[in-house]
């Protein structure tokens, strides 16, 4: 879904101005592709694994690490 563009475009994210890097395609037929830099590609992980990844103070502690400390 995601492809490294070898063309040239603007990156398509609000608040960027950087040159893009990257093509994520749509279904739509009006602006069936959503360009984006290197930069916002890292914004949109992060953005998507606060989402996915639930905020959990347990996981780098858990009964096994603590075991070996
Ligand atoms: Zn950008």
């Known amino acids: 879904m995601i492809k490294e563009i ?3 475009a603007n990156c398509d994210l609000v608040n960027c101005k950087n040159e893009a890097k990257y093509c994520l395609f749509t279904k739509k037929h009006f602006s069936p ?3 984006f830099c290197e930069e916002c ?3 949109l992980y992060n953005e998507l694994g ?3 990844i639930p905020k959990s103070l347990d996981a ?3 009964p096994k690490r603590l075991s070996k400390i």
Request: glycine share 0%.
């Open 33 to 35: 592709k959503i360009h």
């Open 41 to 43: 590609k890292q914004k």
């Open 60 to 62: 780098p502690y858990s």
């Open 50 to 52: 606060k989402n996915i």
């Open 6 to 8: 070898s063309y040239k």
